[in-house]
């Protein structure tokens, strides 16, 4: 239920919804935080590092779809959010 209502109102730019959107980067539910990165058109610049904090998501799907969100519209590098092989290696294992 909850993803369903994120996914109406993740774009919307009232300040109680981002403040729903900003709860639901964080929610326990995975379906929750997949259904924000998956259903917002553009990231704002003013919530940009809320968005980055599921680059270290338990989910390797927020993350791939973090990574090419943060990546497409903001056109810088995330090359530091894995910084070895090793590391990637170990993440993929959780």
Known sequence: MKEAVIAQLVNDSSDASRSLVKKALHDQAVEVRKSVINNIVSIPSAMRTDFETLLTD??????TAALTKLSEQFRIGYRNTLTSPREWMEWTVR
Do not use: A, P
């Open 58 to 63: 338990s989910s390797y799907d927020v993350v």
